[in-house]
């Protein structure tokens, strides 16, 4: 049974170039979450999409990031225009609910170096 | 600001011993907690969640939350050199805030 799926799993790019983060979920999971994870900030919570409908973007950094998943198989996050700051690895991550207690199980990740 | 902190460590625990990992947050409002194991340059693993005050136990792994000191706490028993790993703790009200973790070395 597959898990949390994420392209690229590596992506090195110049800064202002935009980026693309891809992620399917896992089947039957209804919960989405992107995180970021960097040695300063540890992980943050970016969105998260419950039945495709994004609940909570407060921890998007700023508008050059966007987030969308367009059905329940499937979600992006763009950054444009990336900055050497957005340099981290993005882990997404679904659960079968929001409730406290769903575990939610993570993706690989991608680890984006913006140069 | 809803916080999570731990002690960043390295923790090192000989082979064998109970590693204690410690875990505060800032948030009374939070009403599960979670400890993730991760493997360097791996994914967040799910451990153990809590939301009573008191123990659960799960094998060799055992949760302690103490929501009126706003702490909740991991023992790992009869520790492996497996068990080396960052531990992240985290709570969650209407989201989840993680920790920036805890670095565990099991000394063979």
């Known amino acids: 049974d597959a898990g949390v799926i994420q392209s690229p799993r590596h992506e090195v790019t110049e800064m202002g170039q935009e980026v693309t983060l891809r992620c399917k979920p896992i089947?039957?999971?209804?919960?989405l979450f992107w995180y970021r994870q960097t040695m300063m900030r540890g992980l943050e919570l970016l969105i998260y999409?419950?039945?495709?409908?994004?609940?909570?973007d407060s921890g998007m950094p700023e508008d050059r990031f966007s987030a969308k998943m367009p059905n329940a198989s499937f979600s992006t996050l763009k950054i444009q225009p990336s900055e050497p700051r957005d340099s981290a690895v993005y882990f997404c991550a679904s659960s079968s609910g929001t409730s406290g207690n769903n575990e939610q199980f993570f993706g690989p990740g991608t680890r984006l170096t913006v140069l | 600001q809803k916080e999570v902190e731990q002690n960043s460590g390295p923790l090192s625990v000989p082979e064998g011993a109970i590693a204690s990992l410690n875990c505060t947050y800032s948030d009374r409002g939070s009403q599960s907690f979670f400890w993730y194991r991760q493997y360097s340059g791996k994914s967040p693993e799910l451990i153990m969640f809590i939301y009573s005050n008191g123990d659960k136990e799960d094998g060799r792994f055992t949760a302690q939350l103490n929501k009126a000191s706003q702490y909740v706490s991991l023992l790992i028993r009869d520790s492996q050199p497996s068990d080396s790993a960052t531990y992240l703790c985290?709570?969650?009200?209407?989201?989840?805030?993680f920790g920036k973790g805890t670095r565990l070395h099991i000394l063979p």
């Open positions: 985290a709570a969650r009200d209407d989201k989840i805030i």
């Open positions: 089947s039957g999971h209804n919960s």
């Open positions: 999409f419950n039945n495709n409908v994004p609940i909570d």
